[in-house]
C-alpha cells in the first residue's frame, strides 16, 4: 500500500538553530513528493516539491528538502530556524495507483515549535 | 489562499441536519478536491472532480455527496449529519498538468 510516514508528532528547535523534520513514503513507481505547511487557522500552504532531477529542492520562506530513494525518505530542511515557521508540516506523496489523477496521500503531519 | 474560498467558515449543527459546504475558485483550474483533516490523522480524500461531469470517491467518501456547479463551484453534502463527521473541511484545487494542489481555509464544522 502507498503510505507517508512522519514518524515525529512535534519537533523543537531553537531559533537560529538548524530544523530538520522528518518524513518517509511508500509509493509504487517514482515517487512525487510534496512539503505543505498549515499555520493555525488557515489552509495548507504548498512549500515544495520533488517531481524529478535534483535530490535537493529548495523552496519557499528558505525551506529545503532532501531526496533520498535509498531511504525512501524526503526531509524537510532549514539552515535556521524562525520563530514564525513554529507550524504544522504535511509531507504528501502522489497516489501512482490513480493514472493521473493527481491523488495526494498525506502524512499525520508534525508540530515544529521554535523557541525564541 | 485567497483565489479558493469556503463557506461557511464555521458552522456548529446538530444529528440528523442537513448541511452543505462550498467552495469556489477563482484560479481557473479544473480539478477539485474534498478533504477532512482529523488530528493525529493528516488529510484524508472525500470526493474529487476532474471537471464538471466527472465526479469520483475518495477513500472515505461514505455519509457524503458533492456537486460539480461549474468549473469553479464544487459543493460537499452531509445528507445526514453524525458526530463522527465533526472535523476540519478543505476545499483544493490543482491544475491539469500540474501536480501541487492549493487549498482554501477550511470549514470547522461541529456536529452535536
Known amino acids: 500500500a502507498q503510505s507517508v510516514a512522519q514518524p515525529e508528532d512535534q519537533v523543537n528547535v531553537a531559533e537560529g538553530n538548524p530544523l530538520t523534520v522528518k518524513c518517509t513514503y511508500s509509493?509504487?513507481?517514482?515517487?512525487?513528493l510534496f512539503w505543505y505547511v498549515q499555520y493555525p487557522n488557515r489552509g495548507l500552504q504548498f512549500l515544495l516539491k520533488?517531481?524529478?532531477?535534483?535530490?535537493l529542492v529548495k523552496g519557499s520562506y528558505g525551506f529545503e528538502a532532501e531526496f533520498n530513494k535509498s531511504q525512501t525518505s524526503f526531509h524537510l530542511k532549514k539552515p535556521s530556524a524562525l520563530v514564525s515557521d513554529s507550524a504544522l508540516y504535511f509531507c504528501?506523496?502522489?497516489?501512482?495507483?490513480?493514472?493521473?489523477?493527481?491523488?495526494?496521500?498525506f502524512g499525520t503531519g508534525t508540530l515544529l515549535a521554535v523557541q525564541p | 489562499d485567497a483565489d479558493v474560498t469556503q463557506t461557511p467558515r464555521n458552522r456548529i449543527t446538530k444529528t440528523g441536519k442537513r448541511i452543505m459546504l462550498e467552495c469556489s475558485q477563482t484560479?481557473?483550474?479544473?480539478?477539485m478536491y474534498w478533504y477532512r483533516q482529523d488530528p493525529g490523522l493528516g488529510l484524508r480524500l472525500i470526493y474529487y472532480s476532474f471537471d464538471v461531469k466527472d465526479i469520483n470517491k475518495g477513500e472515505i467518501s461514505d455519509g457524503y455527496s458533492v456537486s460539480r456547479q461549474a468549473q469553479a463551484k464544487f459543493s460537499l453534502s452531509l445528507e445526514s449529519a453524525i458526530p463522527n463527521q465533526t472535523a476540519l473541511y478543505f476545499c483544493?484545487?490543482?491544475?491539469?498538468?500540474?501536480?501541487?494542489?492549493?487549498f482554501g481555509p477550511g470549514t470547522r464544522l461541529t456536529v452535536l
Open positions: 504528501a506523496v502522489r497516489d501512482n495507483y490513480g493514472g493521473a489523477t493527481n491523488k495526494l496521500i
Open positions: 484560479k481557473g483550474h479544473d480539478r
Open positions: 520533488y517531481i524529478t532531477g535534483d535530490n
Open positions: 509509493v509504487s513507481g517514482n515517487p512525487y
Open positions: 483544493a484545487t490543482s491544475p491539469t498538468g500540474r501536480h501541487e494542489q492549493f
